[in-house]
């Protein structure tokens, strides 16, 4: 009987041990969890501008690009004709 009784006391002891350990586990993954969040909303962040300034780049360059196509599809070599 006294040694049910040590086994189940040990038992509870380990077990009060290993759900300390386990909050302890689940305090670190929150804090590393609120990290990577962090860095996550941070790239979103860096993607928007970056896309935003592409967009702005395409914007400025279209005007271009459409004259220097009329001007090819004007000149004679684009027509075929050898005038």
Do not use: C, W
Not at 13 to 24: A, F, G, I, T
Not at 48 to 54: D, M, N, T
Not at 62 to 70: D, E, L
Not at 78 to 83: F, H, I, L, Q
């Amino acid at each position: 009987m006294l040694k049910q009784l040590f086994d189940y006391l040990q038992q509870s002891l380990l077990l009060v041990h290993d759900v300390q350990q386990n909050h302890r586990d689940v305090e670190e993954l929150r804090r590393e969890l609120k990290v990577t969040n962090s860095l996550v909303i941070e790239l979103s962040h860096k993607l928007e501008r970056l896309s935003e300034r592409e967009r702005l780049e395409r914007e400025k360059l279209a005007p271009a690009t459409r004259k220097r196509f009329a001007s090819f599809r004007a000149s004679p070599t684009a027509t075929g004709r050898n005038d």
